[in-house]
C-alpha cells in the first residue's frame, strides 16, 4: 500500500502548483528527497511540468517504461538504468488526466488543494526556498524541522 502525498510549488508570480505522488510519501523518503534533489524551485518545476508521481526518485529522468514488467528487463537491470529517476504515470505509463492542479495564490491553494497524508510545498521566506510539510492535515510546518522530531521520536522510541 502506498503512502501518498501531493508535492507543490509557489511560484513567484504567487500561483501554485501541484503533483500527487503515491509511493513513500513519509518524511523519511519523499520528506528527504526532496530536501536533498528539488530545493531549487527550477528542478523542482521541471518535476511538477510532467504531473502526478508514482514514484519520487533523485533526478526527472527521462522517459522510461514505467517498470520491468512488459519489458524483457529482469529487475536488477531496470532499476540499474532507471532507479534514480522518477516514473510519472503521463509521461511514463502514458495516462491522461495527469497534469499539475493550478491554483491562483497560496490561499487558494491551501482551501481547495489535493488532501493527501503529507502534502509538500516549497514557498520563497525572505527570499530564500524553503520546503513546508503538513503531516496527516496537520498545520504546516518547516520540513527540516518536522524531520528532526520524527528522528528524535524513533530514536527515543528505540531506547526506550
Given at each position: 500500500m502506498g503512502t501518498r502525498s501531493t508535492i507543490a510549488l509557489e511560484f513567484a508570480d504567487g500561483t501554485v502548483e501541484q503533483v500527487y505522488c503515491h509511493w513513500d510519501g513519509y518524511?523519511?523518503?519523499?520528506?528527504?528527497?526532496?530536501?536533498?534533489?528539488?530545493?531549487?524551485?527550477?528542478?523542482?518545476?521541471?518535476?511538477?511540468?510532467l504531473g502526478d508521481i508514482s514514484s519520487l526518485k533523485p533526478t526527472v529522468g527521462t522517459k522510461h517504461a514505467f517498470s520491468h514488467f512488459g519489458t524483457d528487463m529482469k529487475q536488477e537491470d531496470y532499476e540499474a538504468l532507471y532507479g534514480n529517476m522518477t516514473t510519472f504515470y503521463g509521461r511514463d505509463r502514458g495516462e491522461d488526466g495527469t497534469s499539475s492542479k493550478k491554483f491562483k495564490d497560496y490561499a487558494d491553494y491551501?482551501?481547495?488543494?489535493?488532501?493527501?497524508?503529507?502534502?509538500?510545498?516549497?514557498?520563497?521566506?525572505?527570499?530564500?526556498?524553503?520546503?513546508?510539510?503538513?503531516?496527516?492535515?496537520?498545520?504546516?510546518?518547516?520540513?527540516?524541522?518536522?524531520?528532526l522530531d520524527e528522528e528524535d521520536r524513533i530514536a527515543q522510541e528505540e531506547t526506550a
Open positions: 518524511l523519511a523518503y519523499n520528506g528527504k528527497m526532496l530536501l536533498e534533489h528539488y530545493s531549487n524551485p527550477f528542478i523542482l518545476r521541471d518535476l511538477i511540468d491551501i482551501a481547495n488543494h489535493q488532501y493527501e497524508e503529507y502534502e509538500y510545498i516549497l514557498r520563497s521566506v525572505g527570499g530564500e526556498a524553503v520546503w513546508f510539510v503538513s503531516d496527516h492535515d496537520g498545520a504546516y510546518v518547516p520540513l527540516v524541522s518536522a524531520i
